[in-house]
Every structure is written in C-alpha cells, then in structure tokens.
C-alpha cells in the first residue's frame, strides 16, 4: 500500500504553483462525470485522493500539449481514460487503499464495457488505456507525491505480443488480410480526385499515412531529383523516398490546383482541404478561459478513402488508407533490403545498425520502390 504525503508541496513541484490549480480550473473543462465534483483548490487533507493525481496529470499533459510535445488528440485520449478510472474508482478514493485487486477488476470492466459503458475495447485500445494509467502513477511517484510505487499484479499488465498476435490472427480470420491487390489499387487510382489520387499513390510508392500525406510540406519534395525528404510526423525519424514519375505528375497537378489557406501556418503543406485546412487535423473545442474542452479528430483522408472504397464494392472491416503501407511493406519486403525500406518507411533501423549506418544510398532505395512499381503495374 502507498504511503501518501502530507497536503505541504515542495516548490519543486511547479505544476502544483497556485497559479497552475487556478489555470486547471479556468482552462480544463471536466466532463460530466468530473464536473459532478467539489471544486479543485488543494491537495486533499487527509492524502491524495484519485481526483487529486487525476487533475495533476492532466495539467501536465496540458502543458505539454501547449508546449507542442504532445498532440491535442493524445491529451484527449489520457482525459477519457482517466475520466472512467475516476469514475470507477471513486473521485474522492484514496490513491493508498487501491488494491491490486481494483487494477484487476477495471481491466475487466475495460474489456467488457470499455470507457463509455457501450463495448468493450480490442487487445490495442486497452493497450493504450493501461498505458494512460500507468503513466499517471508513474508521474505522481516521481513528483514524490506518494513514496511507494502502485502496486497492480499481473492483470494490469500491457496487453503481451502473444495477445495481440492472437487478436490480429482472429481479425485476419474474420476479416482477411490488410492487403490490397495491385489491380484495386489501380481501379482506385482511376475513379478518385486528383488530390485523393495523388495521397494514394504515396501511401503505395512509399508507405506514407494518413497524417503524413496531411503534413507533407512543399518544401520537402525535391522536384528536381524526384525525392521527398520527410521527417515522419509520428515518430521524427528521417525518411527519404524516391517518388515514381506517376506520383510527381500527380503531385504537381494537386499543387496546381490546391486551395488558398488564410492561416499562415498551413500554406507550405502540399494538400490542402476546400476550405484550406489540413486534411488531418484536430478540432479543439476551447471553453471557458480558452482551455481544451474536447478534441474531435478530422481525417478526411481516412473518410474519402473509405467513401472511394464502398464506391468500388472493396471496402470491408479492416481496411482503409493505412492498408496502402501495409502493401507497400509486403510488396517491398520481396527486395530483401531492410535498411532500406526502413528508411522509405521512416522506422527506426533496429539494433546496432541503426547507430551506425550513416547513409543509404539513393539507388537502394530506388531499388525498392521501383520493385513496387513494377508489381503495382505489372498488367500493364
């Protein structure tokens, strides 16, 4: 059981500054469930209660969302874990008298009602949902907040890779592979707008996703020497891809075409949505005192993908735009150059190579997707 400390906070502490817990009042609008609450001021008298630490670590997560390192969407998913522990739990539960045995049964509850009380989540959600939990301790603990660590016996642990082998071996089962055959991607390529066409063919000529395609700068294709030179969104790890010459025209023709942005900060993107917005975005909903109130995600890339798939008779459980990198992936993987198609894909190269592999050379690199363009077209 944790030992808690005392209602005194260290200075060390800054995100427990007065200023702070009169921000998180202002600026953090609760859901319901919390809102249900007796306003936040202090820490609770007679110790840490699960409201306490779930404020704490929302105020963190918000600063950092300020700060840009994390998304708005990420902030969202810690509030709506965090809202269903609070509310399982008990707002006013002291952090000290929760039993590994109450980590056991929200696991249970998570599985079989989820966060909302309506389905249970998948191997992945719940993945993430514990990750949210564990994080928060792990916070408060090494703010000193409590002295021990929590204890959650064994089934509060993450999901194992045998798990979620099993879940994708009964979703294939189900549902088939993620995989697309070259003449669907073809048929698609002929019965979409230019700039849905032009995402499609660099989610096939080199892995791109969905939030890449939305985040692809202007100046980051060499129109020159017919590369694109990408940092990943997600991850931040180089990515260098030499694009077909189909990809290029489509790519000029999306930029000959692209809507004017009034906001300054979305001109240089290569695809730009009618009214000039990204096409994957998050819509922050700001409530009193201009704090995050909700955050809706918007990926129009996935929605007219999936629009063009049913269009087509090829949509079923399972796929959508990301089922292109898979392909990619399966296809490139028959050149056996791994480092190579790391680097297109924007992965971190595993091991010790990763330290030490300082370049890869251009010709490898078109090796591979010149593989894929040959299987994509090779009816033709």
């Known amino acids: 059981m944790a030992t808690l400390q005392t209602a005194a906070v260290s200075p060390c502490h800054p995100a427990w500054a007065e200023e702070n817990r009169e921000r998180l009042q202002k600026n953090f609008q609760l859901t319901p469930r919390f809102s249900r609450r007796q306003p936040y001021s202090n820490l609770s008298p007679n110790g840490l209660t699960v409201k306490d630490i779930c404020d704490h670590f929302l105020t963190y997560q918000l600063q950092k969302v300020e700060a840009g390192a994390i998304s708005a969407r990420w902030f969202e998913d810690c509030r709506r874990v965090l809202d269903s522990l609070a509310h399982f739990f008990g707002p006013r539960r002291l952090v000290g008298d929760i039993t590994p045995n109450d980590f056991l049964k929200f696991r249970q509850q998570l599985t079989s009602h989820g966060l909302t009380g309506k389905r249970g989540l998948g191997v992945h959600a719940l993945n993430r949902a514990i990750t949210v939990v564990r994080g928060m301790f792990k916070h408060v603990y090494e703010l000193d907040l409590i002295d021990r660590q929590i204890k959650y016996g064994k089934a509060f642990e993450r999901p194992s890779a045998t798990l979620k082998r099993k879940a994708r071996r009964v979703a294939e089962t189900k549902n088939g592979k993620r ?202």
């Open 179 to 380: 995989l697309f055959e070259s003449a669907e991607i073809q048929d698609m390529l002929k019965h979409t707008d230019d700039s849905l066409r032009a995402m499609i063919l660099l989610g096939i000529n080199g892995g791109f996703g969905n939030t890449d395609c939305a985040r692809l700068s202007i100046k980051a294709v060499d129109w020159d020497n017919k590369v694109i030179e990408f940092d990943r969104p997600k991850t931040g790890i180089e990515r260098i891809l030499p694009l077909w010459d189909e990809t290029m025209e489509a790519l000029h023709k999306v930029l000959s075409n692209r809507p004017k942005s009034e906001n300054e900060e979305y001109t240089n993107r290569v695809f730009l949505t009618t009214f000039g917005l990204p096409w994957v975005r998050d819509s922050i909903h700001r409530g009193e005192g201009n704090g995050i109130k909700k955050v809706v995600p918007v990926d129009s890339v996935g929605q007219g993908f999936t629009k063009l798939l049913k269009k087509l008779g090829l949509y079923r459980k399972g796929l959508g735009f990301y089922t292109l990198r898979h392909t990619f992936r399966t296809w490139a993987d028959e050149v056996n150059d791994q480092h190579a198609i790391h680097r297109i894909m924007g992965h971190a190269i595993p091991g010790m190579s990763g330290i030490y592999v300082e370049r890869i050379s251009l010709e490898r690199l078109r090796a591979v997707v010149d593989h894929v363009h040959a299987t994509l077209f090779a009816s033709e």
